[in-house]
């Protein structure tokens, strides 16, 4: 018996030195009700009383032998998941995270904005309008009666006969001067409409700031003074301004107002088309016809009043050369502001 009990010891440590070994298969084989160590104890009945507690002490030790090894190996194997998964489920807490991508404004919100800042510094207000407007608003108040030919370069959409998509952001001008008198000084970005097809310089959409000064004694000086500080803060220092005669129905006298080219300083190169000037916006003296609708009397006061295309401030200040850029969403053009 006592060989028995060796040999089921020898055996046992043998099996849980597989690495393999089923941990919970070998226990119930060897100290399991129907295991062998049992089995073997069972049989003690048959010993001399001499011999039963030998073999007792004997048997317990290999019982405990065998636990141990077991519980051993089970703490072992324990271990060994545990650094398999420290192992596989590291976490470098040197490494760099992953940054999330901030996004920032769009280039026409952001030139938009500094234009905003540059009037507001001036002393102008902001001012809104709707982007659906009566006839009234965008051409007859502006001295743009039906038929003239003036409509023609500003076809735009009908949503009926009397309702449009405004075509410019002079409708603004009049809804200011109904509500508020003298002394007026506002600015009015927003959106205008055009049924133009979309090409590298015409879309349907696009944006525009105007801007309309009314008081006492306002002169042409004061629209060239303030559109000069404009334009060098807005193109750069060394900046110049040139008004050309234009006509606009509802200023007299209009003129159209270049800068010279900030890449060359108005000796002519390629962005400038070899002219040294770059248009940006149309000016002029309020009509007394406009001022005298919106109930402000021209024997009084004066203004004038401007627009200019925000899309065509930032194509000359970026030298960006298609106006489809800003709407594609590439963000290969819009990362680079
Ligand atoms: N509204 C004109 C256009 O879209 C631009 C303009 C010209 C606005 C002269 C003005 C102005 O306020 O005085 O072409």
Redesign the pocket.
């Not at 075509?167 to 002079?170: D, I, K, L, P, R």
């Not at 004038?304 to 200019?308: D, E, K, L």
């Given at each position: 018996m006592r060989e028995k009990l060796e040999q089921i010891r020898k055996e046992a440590l043998q099996n849980l030195a597989d690495v393999n070994a089923d941990l919970e298969e070998i226990r119930v084989r060897y100290l399991g009700k129907k295991g062998e160590l049992t089995s073997v104890l069972r049989s003690m009945g048959q010993l001399s009383p001499e011999e039963r507690p030998k073999i007792g002490q004997l048997a317990n030790e290999v019982r405990e032998s065998i636990e141990q090894e077991i519980s051993r190996r089970a703490a072992q194997a324990k271990d060994l998941l545990l650094q398999a998964k420290l192992k596989s489920e590291k976490i470098d807490v040197t490494m760099p995270g992953e940054e999330p991508s901030v996004g920032h404004l769009h280039p026409l919100n952001r030139v938009q904005r500094e234009m905003e800042e540059i009037f507001i510094g001036m002393g102008f207000s902001i001012a809104e309008g709707p982007d659906v407007e009566l006839d009234y608003y965008n051409f007859q108040a502006l001295n743009i009666p039906e038929g003239h030919p003036a409509r023609d370069?500003?076809d735009t959409f009908y949503i009926s006969d009397k309702v449009l998509l405004r075509?410019?952001?002079?409708p603004v001008?009049v809804r200011v001067m109904e509500k508020q008198k003298p002394p007026i000084r506002i600015i009015s970005p927003g959106r205008?409409y055009r049924s133009d097809a979309l090409d590298a310089t015409h879309s349907p959409l696009f944006h525009?700031m105007?801007?309309?000064v009314v008081d006492k004694g306002i002169t042409m000086g004061d629209l060239k003074g303030m559109l000069e500080t404009f334009a060098k803060k807005m193109f750069g220092d060394s900046t110049r301004i040139r008004f050309r005669p234009h006509h606009?129905p509802?200023?007299e006298p209009?003129a159209e107002v270049d800068v010279s080219c900030f890449v060359c300083g108005g000796c002519g190169c390629r962005v400038c088309k070899g002219e040294g000037w770059i248009e940006i916006?149309?000016?002029?003296m309020?009509h007394p016809f406009v001022l005298s609708n919106c109930g402000i009397d021209p024997e009084v006061y004066s203004g004038?009043?401007?627009?200019?295309g925000i899309e065509r401030v930032a194509m000359t200040r970026y030298g960006i050369d298609d106006i489809r850029l800003f709407t594609d969403n590439d963000a290969r053009f819009l990362n680079q502001f």
């Open positions: 370069t500003q075509s410019q952001t002079s001008q205008v525009q105007e801007g309309l606009f509802f200023t209009s916006l149309g000016a002029g309020v004038f009043a401007f627009g200019m």
